[in-house]
């Protein structure tokens, strides 16, 4: 999923850039976290940080490999995941040169933006269409979110790689179906990963989660903040 310098023309590269500034801006002023949810934001950025240095090659230098921007997202909400993905991605290109400076910003579009957003949008649409509670329908949810959140990015960049005229070898017909064929088995991969992930912490840690934009709206919470409403009122 890393794009590295040269690989795309300099149109899609300083578009994305803008696009990218444009999203950290938002998200810089928007960014709303707990006491409960700053250290659950490192844990979760060191985890994926190390989770991305796995990965395996698919067209010439571009790579596939876990995202986590659905599962950081999806706890932690869109702002806060897009902050914790740039950090991510920053660090990879200036210590392990993994994806490209002059790449940054398609990479934070592909994977810190597209990664986040599209999940939180998802599983906030189908919250509010099926209003799950904790259990099989909830769980598919997430998972859907989670798989859509890692197949988009990667159909994005076979896009950018495709329609670049300093990768004609590509094209859009071998670029897109390989970035979607094996993102598709990672997004898999992921949703399961994901699912675990929020289950655990809805078990050992639902403080955490009640305070999510995202997660924050199921059910669950929904009626716990009624009655604590309800009580208070009566006292």
């Not at 950090?87 to 290109?93: D, H, K, N, S």
């Not at 088995?185 to 305070?211: M, N, Q, Y």
Request: with cysteine; charged share 10%.
């Amino acid at each position: 999923m890393h794009i590295p310098d040269g690989l795309l023309s300099p149109t899609i590269t300083i578009a994305a850039f803008i696009i990218t500034i444009i999203f950290w801006i938002i998200s810089f002023k928007k960014i709303k976290l707990t006491e409960q949810q700053v250290p659950m934001m490192g844990l979760l950025t060191a985890l994926f940080f190390a989770a991305m240095m796995m990965n395996f090659p698919i067209i010439g230098p571009t790579t596939a490999h876990l995202l986590g921007g659905a599962v950081i997202g999806l706890i932690l909400g869109p702002f806060a995941g897009l902050i914790s993905m740039s950090i991510i991605l920053v660090l990879q290109a200036l210590l392990f040169g993994d994806g490209g400076l002059l790449a940054l910003g398609v990479n934070v579009l592909n994977i810190g933006i597209i990664g986040v957003f599209i999940p939180c949008i998802t599983f906030t649409a189908l919250n509010k269409l099926f209003k799950p509670k904790i259990g099989t329908r909830l769980y598919a949810t997430i998972f859907i979110s989670t798989f859509l959140g890692c197949l988009t990015p990667a159909i994005a960049a076979g896009i950018e790689i495709g329609l670049s005229p300093l990768s004609p070898w590509y094209g859009l017909s071998i670029a897109v179906p390989a970035m979607a064929i094996n993102h598709s088995i990672i997004g898999t991969a992921e949703g399961i990963v994901t699912v675990i992930l929020i289950a655990t912490l809805l078990k050992l840690r639902p403080d955490v989660l009640e305070k999510s934009q995202i997660l924050g709206k199921i059910t669950l919470f929904k009626h716990k903040t009624k009655n604590e409403e309800t009580l208070n009122d009566r006292e």
